[in-house]
């Protein structure tokens, strides 16, 4: 797998690049409007571009149909896919904490609060849409993949705001709002997990030779 998640990061050096500069800079824009912190939402989002870059790469090379012949199993390339796509929504989270530190230095008000807050937020937000995207990618062809990927951050947005209406009947979410939302990140994460197993029932049943 190791080998695999290198030949990924490799194709999408350039874009992972352009990614991280530009959060950065955003960052730093972000702070004259609104609080810096706020980016910590959009930049695990933005980070997981990348996946689906190497994804149709895939495609268009007809990698999927030489590496059967390799002594890696379907399930380690999905795996591969899923632990890349977490390891880029990290890389983003951590690359949206630089301008939050650098502006704390200048002794701008960004709290710990804050930080978790937008933090739970944008990690459930990307692996909500992960969870639905990702499968997807593997289902139908590159062109609706992506259409897909688009459409799959809108409804993970859309089901974030119904799990907090639940939670909201359980106890009063803006009295407890880190909670409620630490509640959200977890049950992203366990959807995370099963859409991995959901993926990997869907890549031994296509024929890719």
Same mark, same amino acid.
């Given at each position: +797998?190791?080998?695999? %998640? $290198?030949?990924?990061?490799? #194709? @999408?050096?350039?874009?992972?690049?352009? &990614?991280?500069? !530009? =959060?950065?800079?955003?960052?730093?824009?972000?702070?004259?409007?609104?609080?810096?912190?706020?980016?910590?939402?959009?930049?695990?989002?933005?980070?997981?571009?990348?996946?689906?870059?190497?994804?149709?790469?895939?495609?268009?090379?007809?990698?999927?149909?030489?590496?059967?012949?390799?002594?890696?199993?379907?399930?380690?390339?999905?795996?591969?896919?899923?632990?890349?796509?977490?390891?880029?929504?990290?890389?983003? +989270?951590?690359?949206? %904490? $630089?301008?939050?530190?650098? #502006? @704390?230095?200048?002794?701008?008000?960004? &709290?710990?609060? !804050? =930080?978790?807050?937008?933090?739970?937020?944008?990690?459930?937000?990307?692996?909500?849409?992960?969870?639905?995207?990702?499968?997807?990618?593997?289902?139908?062809?590159?062109?609706?993949?992506?259409?897909?990927?688009?459409?799959?951050?809108?409804?993970?947005?859309?089901?974030?705001?119904?799990?907090?209406?639940?939670?909201?009947?359980?106890?009063?979410?803006?009295?407890?709002?880190?909670?409620?939302?630490?509640?959200?990140?977890?049950?992203?994460?366990?959807?995370?997990?099963?859409?991995?197993?959901?993926?990997?029932?869907?890549?031994?049943?296509?024929?890719?030779?």
């Amino acid at each position: +797998m190791k080998g695999v %998640l $290198v030949k990924d990061l490799y #194709i @999408a050096r350039s874009n992972i690049l352009v &990614t991280i500069v !530009s =959060l950065v800079v955003l960052g730093f824009g972000l702070s004259f409007l609104l609080e810096t912190s706020a980016l910590l939402v959009l930049a695990p989002v933005a980070a997981t571009t990348a996946v689906f870059i190497s994804i149709t790469s895939d495609a268009a090379s007809k990698w999927n149909k030489n590496v059967i012949t390799m002594p890696v199993s379907r399930n380690q390339i999905i795996g591969e896919k899923f632990l890349f796509y977490i390891l880029l929504a990290v890389l983003g +989270m951590l690359t949206a %904490l $630089v301008p939050c530190a650098v #502006i @704390a230095c200048f002794g701008m008000d960004i &709290t710990l609060r !804050s =930080l978790l807050l937008y933090g739970s937020i944008g990690m459930s937000a990307t692996l909500l849409a992960g969870g639905i995207s990702l499968p997807c990618a593997y289902l139908f062809d590159p062109e609706k993949s992506q259409i897909v990927f688009m459409m799959s951050f809108m409804a993970g947005t859309g089901i974030i705001t119904g799990l907090v209406l639940l939670i909201n009947l359980v106890f009063p979410v803006k009295e407890n709002i880190l909670l409620a939302f630490h509640i959200v990140l977890i049950i992203s994460v366990i959807w995370f997990f099963i859409s991995y197993r959901i993926a990997v029932k869907v890549y031994k049943k296509r024929d890719i030779s």
